[in-house]
């Protein structure tokens, strides 16, 4: 069974950081990309971060880029997202996702939510002002 669980969420204050974890079962760890997308309250989920397994490639969507980072860690089948410099915009439950199709994560690009069919429960992170 194909079990994605999501923690490291909290509250903490504007600019401040968080590590999110994603740690994966039933799957093996090299097979599918990791994705991180989240979901604000009214709004639409957005992707936000993804790894390749095939080639290590990252991407970020705009509004992260340079105060989040992705990684794995491959021996645990664990993926991180390390937040920095938070703002209250960033408040949202994140999660991870995966598969079943192989490629989805590019340096320029990630594909949209629809494609992954294994999702965790979400952590909630909420940024205070």
């Known amino acids: 069974e194909v079990q994605l669980v999501e923690s490291g969420g909290g509250l903490v204050q504007a600019g401040g950081s968080l590590r999110l974890s994603c740690a994966a079962s039933?799957?093996?760890?090299?097979?599918?990309?990791i994705g991180w997308f989240r979901q604000a309250p009214g709004k639409e989920r957005e992707g936000v971060s993804c790894?390749?397994?095939?080639?290590?490639?990252?991407y970020y969507v705009d509004s992260v880029k340079g105060r989040f980072t992705i990684s794995s860690d491959n021996a645990n089948n664990t993926v991180y997202l390390q937040m920095n410099s938070l703002t209250p915009e960033d408040t949202a439950v994140y999660y991870c996702?995966?598969?079943?199709?192989?490629?989805?994560?590019?340096?320029?690009?990630?594909?949209?939510?629809?494609?992954?069919?294994?999702w965790g429960q979400g952590t909630q992170v909420t940024v205070s002002s």
């Open positions: 039933g799957f093996s760890f090299d097979d599918y990309d």
């Open positions: 996702a995966s598969g079943p199709v192989r490629r989805v994560c590019y340096s320029d690009f990630m594909e949209e939510d629809r494609v992954y069919a294994y």
């Open positions: 790894i390749s397994m095939s080639d290590d490639s990252t």
